[in-house]
């Protein structure tokens, strides 16, 4: 299988099938999984995101598919995600094959420093290569959270950051400034960090069932980018801001070939649709049938 996914879209997609709105049950969301692996875009996909309360049951799925249970398919990979306090009865029960595991500091509102402490306690006494990504409000205390989960990096804990940039409602969204500012504390912090919800498409847009603009991960891809550059937090918020979508694709067309800072990118309920806007964009090149796979 050649190469067809540049380095700055390495790992971009985590595939989160499983949660709303695809909502795929497990007996279709692990094999379609299998398939993104072998696929001519599987160094596109990152781990298979499910809740940590599924695990049992996606190791009953996974026993009973060919593609794992036969091991036809890369190495699995899976990122299980839960509230404290079901991470930490599971730390002695997690599946093969699982990479990182997420879990909120904090509801809105709230200090998120005692949610980072308790997650900090678990890292300290959990054996293996997990990646932690602990998710904090982008609200009231939010630049104290990331001060907590960088110094946790410099004790040299696996930890990144990861905020929400979607849901449901308005104010779950945050806006071009309120998200350049982030990225710019976290370029500040060297703290790595994830995304999650509202990123269906390429480029900014407005969701014509809902009325809510969604962020596009190229946007986002184009502030990591200028971000680790040097641009100031104005900067990043235009291009956070523009629906321009040539411009975009050909802004980021020249760092394709370098390695993406920061950002270590997001989950997709249909990691489809990330997939057919790269190759309409032309930032992704989908083999010719019967050329080489």
């Not at 007996?27 to 995101?49: E, F």
């Not at 802004?251 to 790269?278: A, H, K, M, Y």
């Amino acid at each position: 299988m050649s190469n067809a996914v540049p380095p700055l879209l390495n790992a971009l997609v985590d595939d989160a099938a499983v949660f709303p709105p695809g909502s795929a049950p497990l007996t279709d969301a692990v094999p379609a999984h299998a398939g993104h692996r072998r696929s001519w875009y599987a160094q596109l996909i990152g781990p298979l995101l499910l809740p940590i309360g599924d695990r049992s049951d996606f190791v009953a799925v996974a026993a009973n598919h060919p593609s794992f249970s036969s091991g036809a398919s890369p190495d699995l990979e899976l990122g299980l995600i839960g509230e404290p306090s079901a991470i930490e009865p599971a730390l002695g029960d997690l599946p093969e094959g699982t990479r990182q595991l997420e879990s909120p500091v904090a509801k809105r509102g709230e200090d998120p420093l005692p949610g980072i402490e308790r997650l900090a306690a678990l890292m300290r006494k959990c054996e293996g290569p997990l990646q932690w990504y602990l998710e904090v409000p982008l609200a009231w205390g939010l630049m104290s959270g990331l001060d907590a989960i960088a110094a946790l990096r410099a004790e040299g804990l696996p930890v990144a950051a990861k905020f929400r940039t979607g849901g449901l409602a308005a104010e779950l969204f945050p806006s071009p400034t309120e998200l350049a500012a982030v990225i710019a504390a976290c370029r500040d912090r060297d703290l790595p960090f994830k995304l999650t919800a509202g990123l269906h498409h390429a480029v900014r847009h407005t969701d014509a069932e809902t009325g809510l603009v969604h962020h596009g991960f190229l946007n986002i891809l184009a502030a990591v980018v200028a971000a680790a550059d040097g641009a100031d937090p104005a900067d990043l918020a235009l291009l956070l801001s523009t629906t321009e979508t040539q411009s975009l694709a050909d802004r980021i067309r020249p760092d394709l070939d370098r390695e993406r800072p920061l950002w270590v990118g997001f989950g997709s309920c249909s990691v489809q649709d990330p997939v057919g806007d790269l190759v309409t964009l032309g930032l992704l090149d989908r083999p010719r049938p019967g050329g080489p796979q």
